[in-house]
């Protein structure tokens, strides 16, 4: 699947994870903990993980290695109901494209609206 049809099948994801925080009173506005998770394309050569963590170090991530240590989850805090936050999410598909890395979806903590 090329870069553009991995980012519109995320776009699509995206809306479903918004849709189901809604569902349990979150707007998705208010800022918390978002995870990324990321792992080494097996299908080509992979950047290290030292050297993906210097490519994101742009977007505030903080980086720590999955429970099984075959991937990384990238943190930061921010919301998750903008197009900012959709454009950010296509950047890092594009970065892990790029560095032989796949990108593997979000998740955050649901926060009711205040």
């Avoid at 870069?3 to 995206?14: C, K």
């Avoid at 290290?48 to 977007?59: F, I, P, T």
């Avoid at 240590?69 to 970065?95: K, M, N, P, Q, Y």
């Amino acid at each position: 699947m090329d870069l553009a049809a991995r980012q519109r099948g995320q776009a699509e994801r995206n809306r479903m994870i918004r849709e189901a925080l809604a569902g349990q009173g979150d707007d998705g506005r208010r800022v918390r903990q978002v995870s990324h998770y990321v792992f080494p394309d097996l299908a080509g050569e992979a950047a290290s993980d030292g050297a993906l963590k210097d490519a994101v170090a742009g977007y505030g991530f903080t980086a720590r290695f999955t429970a099984a240590g075959d991937g990384l989850i990238l943190e930061h805090e921010r919301e998750v109901a903008s197009a900012a936050f959709d454009a950010e999410v296509a950047g890092l598909i594009e970065t892990m494209d790029q560095m032989g890395w796949q990108y593997d979806g979000w998740d955050c903590a649901v926060l009711p609206a205040e």
